[in-house]
């Protein structure tokens, strides 16, 4: 007994190997945020074994930290509020907005399943009865909790609690480093580095579900150079591990330069402003007071649009009306970030632009909404005119947020190789897969994906676990 427990000892400070601990499951997921949480319900539901493995100390990666919601067409609830929406539309809207480089085989997918994912998740407990709009959709599908609250805190809630609920084996602060091999080619496991040390984990299916690289300005960069040194909204262990041991098996990694900026991220690594803060009617002001783009446009022409203003920033603005639309708009305001005031004149000196041109713009910009036509700009939805006091700004600006390229899959989560060939006993879903958003991400489609292809990840890994030899 003494022994092993040096040996741990041992093992834990200089992370050698412990093969005391090595352990054996049908399936081994790689990441606990929305994607592998989604993959370990499913295959266990199915009746599968599965271990999945979390590097940080806690499940959630960048899930917990959505905010916007999740898109889906068609579901019972968009019906209630008399929304007409087809998973064609849902389809289209992607396309369009990922500049159709996106895999039409993965959007098809998506676009037809986003309402089962709505549906497995209520019946999981998640609250998902607020649908709202986001940029670059044309119906309003945004699924998010009651009142507009936080969507990624509520998913990984309900997914972690089920995953609780049915004792699946969670291993936090261990980290996967290598995907192993067995003499077929085929995945079979993983070496992982846990708190007692190094171990494998030995499977007969592998999911990798850990998630992007938007916190590896490293890598960041080397794919798009001008994003050096750019902030990020992303938690920090999004650092593209998976992607990277994927590609040393043999996959095939697609779209890596199609790195998404989210254009209302509050200076100097501060907080991601939602976008669905404009979808309920805020408008983007410069430093002059004026207004300078459609805010509803797509992220990418959104931030560059902002970019090119002075001091390669904007303001957030809104009125009380629009703050009580959105419950996730609560914390913003008792933040130092937002500054508050009672009248145009109040809130123009604190913001430090001309109070002229702000009440010039409120009253064009409300001319706009009387006539539900805003020709400056093609803002196609105006849903306020944002009169009523008091008024809040944010001063924001972009940061690396998306990293739509990653592993190559197929709609059935299968990993290709660099021939194009399906590596057996190989899945992958979620932010470390390409193809999904092509050149750029709607808001609210990554949580649909996640959700989506972690749980055909889930049901695919098990039918392969099933039938490997
Ligand atoms: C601030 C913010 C707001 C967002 N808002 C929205 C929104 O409103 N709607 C929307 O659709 N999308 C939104 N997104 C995007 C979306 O949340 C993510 O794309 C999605 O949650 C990614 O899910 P995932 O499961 O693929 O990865 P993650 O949730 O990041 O999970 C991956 C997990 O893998 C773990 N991991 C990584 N490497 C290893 C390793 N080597 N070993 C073990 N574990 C590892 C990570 O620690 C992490 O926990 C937002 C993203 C951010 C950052």
Redesign the pocket.
């Known amino acids: 007994m003494k022994k092993a427990v040096i040996a741990l000892a041992l093992a834990a400070a200089f992370g050698v190997a412990n093969a005391a601990q090595d352990a054996s499951t049908d399936i081994v997921i790689?990441?606990?945020?929305?994607?592998?949480?989604s993959a370990a319900v499913e295959a266990h539901d199915l009746g599968a074994k599965v271990i999945v493995?979390?590097?940080?100390a806690f499940?959630?990666?960048?899930?917990?930290?959505?905010?916007?919601?999740?898109?889906a067409a068609s579901t019972p609830l968009q019906q209630a509020k008399g929304t007409y929406d087809s998973p064609e539309i849902m389809f289209y809207d992607t396309m369009k907005g990922g500049h159709w480089k996106n895999n039409p085989e993965l959007v098809r997918y998506l676009s037809e399943h986003a309402k089962d994912s709505v549906d497995w998740l209520l019946a999981l407990g998640a609250d998902l009865h607020d649908v709202g709009l986001?940029a670059g959709a044309s119906k309003p599908r945004?699924h998010?909790p009651t009142g507009g609250g936080l969507?990624?805190a509520e998913v990984v809630r309900a997914l972690n609690a089920a995953a609780e609920q049915r004792k699946i084996d969670l291993r936090v602060n261990?980290?996967?480093?290598e995907i192993l091999k067995n003499g077929k080619g085929a995945a079979a496991g993983i070496r992982?580095k846990g708190p007692q040390g190094e171990y494998t984990i030995h499977s007969k299916a592998v999911v990798i579900?850990?998630?992007?690289f938007?916190a590896n300005n490293d890598m960041v960069a080397g794919y798009v150079p001008r994003l050096k040194g750019f902030s990020?909204?992303?938690?920090p262990?999004?650092?593209g591990?998976?992607l990277l041991?994927a590609q040393k098996f043999g996959a095939n990694l697609i779209d890596m330069k199609e790195i998404q900026t989210?254009p209302t991220v509050v200076p100097n690594g501060g907080e991601?402003i939602?976008?669905?803060v404009r979808g309920n009617g805020a408008i983007l002001v410069n430093a002059e007071g004026k207004r300078f783009y459609n805010e509803l446009e797509t992220r990418d022409n959104v931030s560059a649009a902002i970019l090119k203003q002075t001091g390669k920033a904007a303001f957030l603005f809104f009125d009380s009306d629009m703050q009580k639309s959105l419950k996730a708009t609560n914390n913003y305001i008792k933040q130092p970030y937002t500054v508050t005031g009672n009248s145009l004149d109040e809130i123009a000196a604190k913001m430090k632009v001309p109070a002229d041109a702000l009440k010039a713009t409120m009253q064009e910009y409300g001319a706009a909404v009387s006539a539900k036509a805003d020709k400056k700009f093609g803002r196609a939805s105006l849903p306020r005119a944002l009169n009523k006091a008091p008024f809040y700004a944010i001063k924001v600006t972009p940061a690396v947020?998306?990293t739509m390229g990653g592993i190559q899959i197929n709609a059935k989560t299968q990993v290709f190789d660099k021939q194009g060939k399906v590596i057996p006993g190989l899945f992958a879903?979620?932010?470390?897969t390409g193809g999904v958003h092509g050149g750029n991400?709607l808001?609210?489609?990554?949580?649909?994906?996640?959700v989506t292809f972690?749980h055909a990840a889930g049901e695919q890994a098990f039918i392969y676990s099933r039938l490997a030899k």
């Open positions: 790689v990441g606990a945020g929305g994607a592998g949480l493995v979390e590097k940080m499940p959630g990666g960048n899930t917990t930290r959505a905010a916007g919601g999740l898109n986001m945004t998010r969507v990624g261990t980290r996967a480093e992982v579900a850990a998630g992007g938007g990020t909204t992303n938690h262990g999004a650092t591990d998976g041991m989210h991601m939602t976008e669905a947020h998306h879903a979620g932010e470390v991400r808001g609210g489609n990554a949580q649909a994906d996640i972690g």
